[in-house]
């Protein structure tokens, strides 16, 4: 109800807004596209740069519409939805090509884009909400032809982890479901987490219980065909030590438990590692105004502290008979060998290149860190061949370009 009030309330402002307008005021090029019969490749146009590299780099080698105005019988009618911003556009549509496109085209058959690339990109400005299940969808696939990518107007380059989970995981993720969709993936895979798949309650699962299951993420977990797909994606997306955290979290079992006092000093006594020598994943409220503890399952005292063995080490114990980790790399190497045979890719030049140009490498190859220990992101930083520039301002340059044609 909350969502739908602000939603009626900017329509009220903006109709007041009108009343007080004068009729011949120039709003500027619609963000709706009205009609998608008509070129846009018009020099006079604000958008004439964009639309100009839309053609250039995705229409013509890939008969690929990219879609930034709106188009309202393309959209999601059951929801509230709003078109993306233009200068967001132009972001994403550069950072599509630097790192999807042009990372296939680099490293796949030459007519594999041409032959597998979706026929339409589809970006919406808003998120895409789902008040049912409380639920977000980033994207979709639609019978190999349309992808659909949501929230665009909250791009930020200066974030990868976000950057990451609502687009470029997303954008390999439905691709990957438009590549099942023309060449099946092994029977074998279905049936490596046969009657662990739920697809009514994996949005409130543990995300630790989840991966020690043997899914890379909670959305995995809803059904195979997502499975699959979030697999590769993940691999490809992932740097190097998110996936090294989630095979070690794969490795051990978990559980939660309510806590049954919210004091202070209750919570810090299950959750703290080391003066209690417990292992936790994290704590969150319920809807009992109680605790759940997030934690590996060890061996406990009858008090809930930690049962050390012979030589004083925490027995960390396996009740679901189910190695996450083994399940998962088993899982990751069917996607493997899947690509090499259906497509010739070899998915890990494709992740290392997806990687390579989104975190900056020192002189030895290795990937330079911040001093929280994270990846540097290479957007954000001086471009290979211009320290003047930004790598992100570097890949809006394609774009820009285009300006001096309208002179």
Request: proline share 3%; glycine share 4%.
């Amino acid at each position: 109800m909350k969502r739908i009030t602000i939603f009626f309330a900017s329509l009220a402002a903006l109709f007041a807004l009108g009343l007080s307008s004068c009729s011949d005021d120039d709003l500027g090029a619609s963000i709706y596209n009205t009609d998608p019969s008509i070129d846009y490749l018009d020099k006079t146009s604000a958008t004439f740069p964009l639309d100009t590299f839309l053609k250039v780099n995705y229409l013509e080698p890939y008969n690929l519409r990219f879609i930034y105005r709106m188009e309202d019988i393309g959209s999601d009618l059951q929801k509230n939805l709003v078109p993306a911003d233009y200068e967001k556009s132009c972001k994403l549509a550069v950072l599509s090509k630097y790192l999807w496109y042009d990372v296939y085209a680099k490293l796949a058959p030459k007519d594999f884009l041409p032959l597998y690339s979706p026929r339409i990109i589809h970006v919406i400005g808003s998120p895409s909400y789902n008040p049912s299940t409380g639920t977000e969808t980033l994207g979709t696939a639609e019978g190999g032809l349309k992808i659909t990518l949501y929230n665009t107007n909250a791009l930020d380059e200066n974030n990868m982890d976000i950057l990451n989970t609502l687009f470029f995981h997303t954008m390999h993720h439905e691709f990957g479901h438009i590549l099942d969709q023309t060449h099946q993936r092994p029977v074998a895979f279905n049936v490596l987490s046969n009657g662990l798949y739920d697809p009514n309650n994996w949005a409130t699962a543990f995300d630790s219980i989840t991966v020690s299951h043997g899914f890379v993420t909670n959305y995995a977990s809803s059904q195979a065909r997502e499975d699959w797909v979030e697999v590769m994606s993940s691999y490809i997306c992932d740097d190097s030590l998110a996936w090294a955290q989630l095979l070690d979290h794969a490795s051990y079992d978990w559980e939660e438990v309510e806590v049954s006092s919210t004091a202070q000093d209750s919570i810090q006594r299950l959750i703290r590692t080391d003066e209690s020598r417990d292992s936790v994943g994290y704590f969150r409220a319920n809807d009992n105004g109680k605790y759940m503890i997030g934690r590996k399952i060890i061996a406990r005292n009858a008090d809930g502290t930690a049962a050390l063995d012979a030589n004083g080490k925490i027995q960390f114990l396996s009740t679901d008979n189910i190695d996450g980790r083994a399940v998962i790399l088993a899982k990751l190497e069917m996607v493997r060998q899947w690509l090499k045979k259906e497509f010739s890719i070899d998915l890990d030049a494709l992740r290392d290149e997806v990687q390579s140009r989104s975190y900056v490498k020192n002189a030895d190859g290795t990937f330079k860190r911040d001093i929280y220990g994270d990846f540097v992101n290479k957007l954000t930083q001086p471009a290979d061949d211009n320290p003047n520039k930004t790598l992100m301002e570097e890949l809006l340059d394609w774009i820009n370009q285009y300006k001096a044609l309208q002179k």
